[in-house]
T-cell receptor, first 112, second 114 residues
Framework: DTAVSQTPKYLVTQMGNDKSIKCEQNLGHDTMYWYKQDSKKFLKIMFSYNNKELIINETVPNRFSPKSPDKAHLNLHINSLELGDSAVYFC???????????FGPGTRLTVL | AQSVTQPDIHITVSEGASLELRCNYSYGATPYLFWYVQSPGQGLQLLLKYFSGDTLVQGIKGFEAEFKRSQSSFNLRKPSVHWSDAAEYFCAVGLTGGGNKLTFGTGTQLKVEL
């Protein structure tokens, strides 16, 4: 059973399009996150949600909008995609508080 | 703000040799420290973590790390490297309060020569 899953694994799209990435965790965790890994492998947090409530919102363009329909899901919607949005996006989850974060397999987004 | 430095971008070792990957952090309080491994095209897998207590922590796949407060370091070690250990290794520090936020180092890419 996959603990943290993401769909799709690969996403290729044109500039200006709108796309979504979905994340689901079956670990019963309260907190979920989105991280962005750039071409140099640098990982940076974008958002975190705890019990469907936004907790962390780093300096991310407002074209990025996370949505958490329930504790087990955290989706990332991106409007008006730009070339610089090309990256690998990782979803993660953890118990509430500072605990181990478990990562999904990543979604490689390529904007042409 | 906390920060994590991994001074070695690339490291190459021979299979069977010992390994040490360096990690230094900057954080005002006692940090929560993690090492993750990322194999090509894969997500991140937790190797080990330090929250408190014994400063030498054991992880999966034969890895260990030692927390040294005086040196602000959390170096990862393995006595004998296997070819399957070739991957990218990330050190991370956790920030208490303000959300469960991990700050990652820039990673060290490990190559293993057969």
């Amino acid at each position: 059973d996959t603990a943290v899953s993401q769909t799709p694994k690969y996403l290729v799209t044109q500039m200006g399009n709108d796309k979504s990435i979905k994340c689901e965790q079956n670990l019963g965790h309260d907190t979920m996150y989105w991280y962005k890994q750039d071409s140099k492998k640098f990982l940076k947090i974008m958002f975190s949600y705890n019990n469907k409530e936004l907790i962390i919102n780093e300096t991310v363009p407002n074209r990025f909008s996370p949505k958490s329909p329930d504790k087990a899901h955290l989706n990332l919607h991106i409007n008006s995609l730009e070339l610089g949005d090309s990256a690998v996006y990782f979803c993660a989850s953890s118990q509430e508080g500072l605990n181990t974060q478990y990562f999904g397999p990543g979604t490689r987004l390529t904007v042409l | 703000a906390q920060s994590v430095t991994q001074p070695d971008i690339h490291i190459t070792v021979s299979e069977g040799a010992s390994l040490e990957l360096r990690c230094n952090y900057s954080y005002g309080a006692t940090p929560y420290l993690f090492w993750y491994v990322q194999s090509p095209g894969q997500g991140l897998q937790l190797l080990l973590k330090y929250f408190s207590g014994d400063t030498l922590v054991q992880g999966i796949k034969g890895f260990e790390a030692e927390f040294k407060r005086s040196q602000s370091s959390f170096n990862l070690r393995k006595p004998s490297v296997h070819w399957s250990d070739a991957a990218e290794y990330f050190c991370a520090v956790g920030l208490t309060g303000g959300g469960n936020k991990l700050t990652f180092g820039t990673g060290t890419q490990l190559k293993v020569e057969l």
